[in-house]
Each structure stands twice: as structure tokens, then as C-alpha cells.
């Protein structure tokens, strides 16, 4: 079992910055790999990016170049830093971390990019 906490999340201006931050707790070490999803209102939740336990990262086309996933010495936080926001980024954010079989979500925070 693992529980994940996201925070970070919140108001920016277009062009602005955030960093969001997901806390692992319980079996972390059989963790493979940890991700950030988002859900926009009325859309489904769509990948953002990845990061596996060796290092191995993946990101959607929408945010390649601006953001960025890091998960320091593959321990238990995950981080998303997001550049150059732009409205079509404001969505509810999940983080989510796989322990082969299973998928296990947090509850998600707010971004919101809005002038």
C-alpha cells in the first residue's frame, strides 16, 4: 500500500511558475514508477509525465519543454516544475505511483492559470 500526498497547486498568472510536490508514504520502496496526471473540467484525466525508479523519464507533447519531473535519489516525492503556464494548463493535478500490479492515486490539487 502506498499513499500519496500532492501540493503546490494554486493561482498563477500565464507565463508563470508553480511546483508541485507528491509525498509518498507506506510500501515506497516497491515503488517502479511515480507520474503527474491532470483533469481538466469536462475532459478526461490525461498524462503529464513520468519517472521510473531508474531514472527513466516520459512526458506528454503539452508540456515537453516546460515542465519537469524529478524524483531525487528515486526516493519517496516526486516533483513536477512547471514553466510558462498557459490556461490550457489549469486542470486538477494527480499524482499516481505503480507498484506492480496495482496504481495507486492522490487526491489531487488545483492549478489554476488565470489572469
Known amino acids: 500500500q502506498v499513499q500519496l500526498v500532492e501540493s503546490g497547486g494554486g493561482l498563477v498568472q500565464p507565463g508563470g511558475s508553480l511546483r508541485l510536490s507528491c509525498a509518498a508514504s507506506g510500501s515506497i520502496f516497491s515503488i517502479n514508477t511515480m507520474g503527474w496526471y491532470r483533469q481538466a473540467p469536462g475532459k478526461e484525466r490525461e498524462f503529464v509525465a513520468s519517472?521510473?525508479?531508474?531514472?527513466?523519464?516520459n512526458y506528454a507533447d503539452s508540456g515537453k519543454g516546460r515542465f519537469t519531473i524529478s524524483r531525487p535519489n528515486a526516493k519517496n516525492t516526486v516533483y513536477l516544475q512547471m514553466n510558462s503556464l498557459k490556461p490550457d494548463d489549469t486542470a486538477v493535478y494527480y499524482c499516481n505511483a505503480l507498484l506492480i500490479p496495482n496504481v495507486y492515486w492522490g487526491q489531487g490539487t488545483q492549478v489554476t492559470v488565470s489572469s
Open positions: 519517472i521510473t525508479s531508474g531514472g527513466i523519464i
